[in-house]
């Protein structure tokens, strides 16, 4: 694990509740190689670790930009079935269902891997290439099943469980946790990631990519950029424990 003493900032100790268990997954970015890899890592890891309540959390961002966006999602809705599964929403989310309605959005999107996405869902590169931007926005509804939209759309922004908040991206400094404004949750990153400001919780976040995971005394960044590097990075914790899981792969040739 990276750690960083962060000189300055006092350490607090940090807990899990009682009997209770949460990993978190950084940005999956349509790598559905890594995920599925994920999924059997952390269903071994709970196999070998005493019963608890356990909570997996998604930190957004499971689309865009890598090949299978589509599986991803079909993945995720498929273990949320089989145990309690919680998923943020990602910036990438938040862009993917407003380009339903809104053409500056989508060609928003297109240029952050939302082209991938459409293709993922059955789109092909050469129907892609002569499509105007409005007859793009006009075939998503037909490209994506009502059910994933549904599902995008109940994603979650912020989880808090016992001394750890879970957001996508951040939150404001100086804003209570209760008045925090989700586009700072889904965007937010300088002033986040910068800010010194003490306080009783730990922000578990992604959005921000690193090389190795970023574990301070104020926040825990794992987004280690999967779609490019070929890896997910995953953080268990139980009581004041802490470890780190990677689903390693190749880099992505686009990335």
């Avoid at 900032?9 to 978190?24: D, K, Q």
């Avoid at 989700?182 to 990631?193: K, S, Y």
């Avoid at 970023?214 to 999967?226: K, N, Q």
């Amino acid at each position: 694990m990276i750690a960083s003493p962060d000189e300055g900032i006092p350490a607090i100790s940090l807990r899990v509740p009682e009997g209770e268990r949460v990993y978190a997954i950084g940005d999956i970015h349509g790598r559905l190689d890594l995920f599925r890899r994920m999924i059997a890592m952390i269903e071994r890891d709970e196999s070998v670790r005493d019963v608890a309540k356990t909570t997996v959390i998604l930190l957004g961002d499971l689309v865009d930009r890598g090949p299978d966006s589509a599986g991803v999602i079909a993945a995720a809705r498929d273990w949320a079935a089989r145990r309690d599964v919680r998923i943020l929403a990602g910036n990438h989310e938040e862009m993917f269902l407003d380009s339903f309605d809104h053409d500056e959005t989508l060609r928003h999107f297109l240029r952050h891997g939302g082209r991938e996405t459409l293709l993922s869902y059955g789109l092909t590169p050469e129907d892609y290439a002569a499509m105007t931007l409005e007859e793009i926005r006009a075939a998503m509804p037909a490209l994506v099943p009502a059910a994933d939209v549904a599902f995008l759309r109940s994603f979650e922004d912020i989880i808090r469980i016992g001394d750890y908040v879970f957001v996508h991206a951040g939150i404001r400094p100086g804003v209570a946790l209760s008045a925090q404004n989700p586009l700072d949750m889904r965007w937010i990153r300088g002033e986040f990631i910068a800010d010194r400001t003490p306080r009783d919780f730990v922000v578990v976040h992604g959005h921000t990519i690193c090389e190795d995971p970023e574990v301070h005394p104020l926040r825990v960044g794992i987004d280690t950029g999967a779609y490019a590097s070929g890896r997910l990075t995953a953080i268990g914790l139980e009581g004041e424990s802490r470890w780190l899981i990677e689903a390693a792969g190749a880099p992505s040739p686009t990335g």
